[in-house]
């Protein structure tokens, strides 16, 4: 079996660019590993800007779409000190600058808008093998086997398509995020409730806080981000849920028990997510018939833009693609530059966003920002 554009990861990225393709009328697979759209869930809340995520979801005629899922109110911010102090906050004003919306809410109107079939699920990639003249034999772990004409990687910080463009590996960053959720908060847990607002909430110090959100339905989605080497969390048995939650809550001795509680009285068992980077100015040689976007592209230090930038690239590869049906190598050539540009550009950027909300400063440095 023969595809002319394969794409690997049903991920924002790869299901934008599947999307923009398939506007165009250029023919396009997605292979994904998960077995199907709901086997896993998918994340928190994403603010999409209006430069990259919104100008993406335009490009693929699903601006309308988007609008009706958009959580209205939760673009609130407050940042607080230790003990639950607020340092300084800023309404939801309403725009569309930045609003949010749950990326399993944007995620379904990217699969809503293939037809079906677009998406293979059950696929995990084991193999890409070049056979010359830019076409790669894919190789899935249920034994089946398909030639690309034209291959994406669009399957994240640790990439199987990666390695045909690329001898990187992402590295570790030095800083994790351990993933939880409150339920039904303004009645099982209203001091976090009133702690946390109606939107996000910053709780910090250097090297360590909350990350907290509501979300539709009563719900506080919250990271707790720690500043500690690999192995301080691999002595961390995370099958032991009640064990986790009292060892990571005890690093927060003497803070606020409404900010504490975000870990300790979590309803959902605690998800580690140790954050890994690649250089910041990553890039390969042209090479025929293959290329990289989103995460397995760039995959950097969450400074806001990740999911943004992603689906930029999947929308600007598709325009560009579907724009030059008989070259494809001028298509793939002139996205990465313009990726390339982009993604080293924002990694740095993501590097100050860091600093500025963990770094010294914190927690003042984030509220002068807000305060201007």
């Known amino acids: 079996m023969t595809t002319p554009v394969t794409v690997i990861g049903a991920g924002l990225g790869g299901l934008t660019l599947a999307r ?48 009706r899922i958009i959580h ?28 949010e919306a749950l990326r399993g809410d944007i995620r379904r109107i990217l699969l809503d808008s293939l037809p079906d079939g677009a998406v293979q699920w059950g696929r995990r990639l084991l193999s890409a093998t070049p056979l010359g003249g830019g076409r790669h034999r894919l190789g899935f772990d249920d034994g089946s086997t398909v030639v690309s004409d034209l291959l994406v990687g669009a399957d994240g910080a640790w ?30 847990h209203p001091d976090a409730a009133r702690a946390v607002g109606r939107g996000a909430m910053y709780a910090l110090v250097p090297g360590q806080g909350f990350l907290a959100h509501r979300e539709p339905g009563g719900v506080i989605h919250t990271y707790v981000v720690l500043d500690r080497p690999l192995p301080w969390f691999t002595g961390i048995d995370f099958t032991d849920a009640v064990t986790t939650r009292k060892r990571i809550a005890a690093e927060f001795d003497g803070w606020a028990p409404e900010l504490v509680s975000l870990i300790a009285d979590s309803d959902t ?14 890039r390969w040689n042209r090479t025929p018939g293959v290329t990289l976007l989103g995460d397995a592209a760039h995959v950097t ?70 305060t201007g």
Do not use: C, W
């Open 20 to 67: 923009v393709l398939h506007r165009y009328g250029t023919p396009v697979t997605v292979y994904e590993a998960d077995s199907s759209a709901t086997a896993r869930t998918q994340g928190g809340q994403l603010d999409l800007h209006e430069h990259n995520g919104q100008l993406a979801l335009e490009i693929a005629g699903l601006t309308s779409e988007y609008r």
């Open 269 to 282: 068992d605690p998800v580690l997510r140790s954050i890994h980077r690649l250089p910041d100015d990553h």
């Open 72 to 99: 209205r109110g939760g673009g609130a911010q407050r940042v607080l000190d230790r003990h639950a102090t607020v340092l300084a906050e800023l309404p939801d004003d309403g725009s569309l600058t930045r609003p």
């Open 159 to 188: 990439s199987r398509v990666r390695p045909l463009l690329s001898d990187h590996t992402p590295t570790y960053a030095g800083m994790s995020y351990i993933d939880t959720h409150l339920h039904d908060v303004d009645t099982r």
């Open 301 to 370: 230090l969450p400074g806001g833009e990740g999911a943004n930038i992603a689906m930029l690239d999947g929308a600007e590869l598709g325009q560009a693609l579907a724009t030059n049906p008989g070259n494809p190598e001028k298509a793939l050539a002139a996205y990465e530059q313009t990726m390339f540009a982009r993604s080293e550009a924002e990694a740095r950027a993501a590097a100050e966003t860091i600093e500025l909300i963990f770094g010294a400063g914190a927690p003042h440095a984030l509220a002068a920002l807000f």
